[in-house]
């Protein structure tokens, strides 16, 4: 008999529940079977020390029995947790899910942050470690999108500006004649991916 099997069997054995010659099976598995022998102890006690709280007889006195209730843990906070835990199991499972996913997918992102500089006329441009800088005098006939970097621009471009997850400084001589666009791809990545995942889960 498998020991999974044999766990079941002792709560319905417990229970009153299993038919003798099961009963027999179980108590053979019991014999031979260090692991599940101790368990059963274990849920017998249990069972017995449940039985006796439930069933106050005058056999069990009251000093006896506020004695077993100081000896049981005292109920916390965490307790309430975990009951809530075990009676919504799929919700639970649902936002160990999401909260996974989330973890994921904060690492992912964190690990592609690289400076990416896409752009005409990009000999114009003076880069320093993750600063990207158009210099006052400095022409850009074109587009400039800088990704996961510091943007400064003192010069000209004729052209957009486009700032993915990174800052923009625009000096006082600064002529930008396209449009500037600051986009933080990780917050609409994440909410993209929040979003979608609540509707996954929700469809479910
Ligand atoms: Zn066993």
């Known amino acids: 008999m498998e020991c999974k099997l044999a766990v079941s069997m002792m709560h319905d ?3 009153d529940d299993l038919p003798e010659l099961q009963q027999r ?3 053979e598995h019991l014999l031979s079977c260090t692991g599940c022998r101790a368990k059963f102890k274990e849920l017998e006690q249990t069972d017995m020390l449940m039985f006796s ?3 106050q ?3 069990a006195s009251e000093d006896l029995v506020g004695r077993i209730m100081n000896s049981l843990p ?9 009951t809530w835990i075990k009676r919504h199991p799929a919700l639970t499972a649902a936002s160990v899910f999401i909260f996974v996913m989330l ?11 690289q400076l990416v500089v896409r752009g005409t006329d990009l000999d114009q441009v003076v880069i320093k470690g993750d600063t990207v800088i158009v210099p006052s005098g400095k022409i850009i006939s074109g587009d400039l999108t800088v990704e996961n970097g510091k943007t400064q621009v003192y010069g000209e471009v004729n052209g957009n500006v486009t700032v993915i997850d990174g800052s923009l400084y625009q000096a006082s001589t600064a002529h930008i004649s396209g449009q500037v666009k600051s986009i933080d791809q990780a917050v609409s990545w994440l909410w993209y991916k929040v979003t979608n995942m609540f509707s996954e889960v929700a469809y479910r």
């Open 13 to 15: 054995y417990l229970d």
């Open 25 to 27: 099976e179980l108590k």
């Open 53 to 55: 709280l439930m069933h």
């Open 57 to 59: 007889t005058p056999v």
């Open 74 to 82: 005292k109920p916390k906070k965490e307790r309430a947790f975990i």
């Open 103 to 113: 973890m994921s997918s904060v690492t992912f992102w964190n690990q592609d942050r």
